[in-house]
């Protein structure tokens, strides 16, 4: 899920034209970004999915839901 090698935890690889991996502003924001797509999947499950999904098909059909 690491959008760039250098933060991933299982396939980690350092980046060539990195001079300071722990001050590297790159490394930093993807480092945010891997953890905010890992909590997100972490807390979602394909029962969610599939809601999110039936949900946007009806609005695409032009059905709103108004139940609660």
């Given at each position: 899920?690491?959008?760039?090698?250098c933060v991933s935890d299982s396939t980690y690889?350092?980046?060539?034209?990195c001079l300071d991996e722990q001050?590297?502003?790159i490394r930093l924001v993807m480092?945010?970004?891997?953890d905010a797509i890992s909590n997100l999947?972490?807390?979602?499950s394909l029962a969610?999915?599939?809601e999110r999904e039936d949900k946007a098909a009806k609005i695409e059909e032009g059905i709103?839901?108004?139940s609660i």
């Open positions: 899920m690491a959008p760039v090698p690889a350092k980046c060539q034209e001050c590297c502003g480092k945010d970004v891997r999947l972490d807390k979602t969610d999915m599939l709103l839901d108004f």
